[in-house]
């Protein structure tokens, strides 16, 4: 059984930052693809970023390639994102999730092929 823990939300101005932390409970750790999806009220469920354990690739939605970084710490079995230059659209809750690399192939963004899922963090973000 897979468990994410999510932290790291909070409320800051356009332009701030903010690192969301999700800490992955696995026996053993097992090599998946991690991601982080957001929604804002009202919107579907929205891929912004993964990161595939065994090759390292990762990918952005595009909304926010250059401001966001995922990155993983295998020692603390943690997948972090740092964002940077944040925007009032980029409010939402933010989830942590994760699935096998094998199921998901190329398609990260779909959450519907995501079987573990976090709590979820709020992030605020006013103008």
């Known amino acids: 059984q897979v468990q994410l823990v999510e932290s790291g939300g909070g409320s800051v101005q356009a332009g701030g930052s903010l690192t969301l932390s999700c800490v992955v409970s696995t026996r053993p750790y097992v090599r998946n693809v991690f991601t982080w999806f957001r929604q804002a009220p009202g919107k579907d469920r929205e891929g912004v970023a993964a990161?595939?354990?065994?090759?390292?690739?990762?990918y952005y939605v595009d909304s926010v390639k250059g401001r966001f970084t995922i990155s993983q710490v295998n020692a603390e079995n943690t997948v972090h994102l740092q964002m940077s230059n944040l925007k009032p659209e980029d409010t939402g809750t933010y989830y942590c999730?994760?699935?096998?690399?094998?199921?998901?192939?190329?398609?990260?963004?779909?959450?519907?092929?995501?079987?573990?899922w976090g709590q979820g963090t709020q992030v605020t973000v006013s103008s």
């Open positions: 990161v595939y354990v065994d090759s390292g690739r990762k």
């Open positions: 999730a994760a699935a096998s690399a094998t199921l998901i192939g190329g398609g990260w963004s779909a959450p519907d092929g995501y079987t573990y």
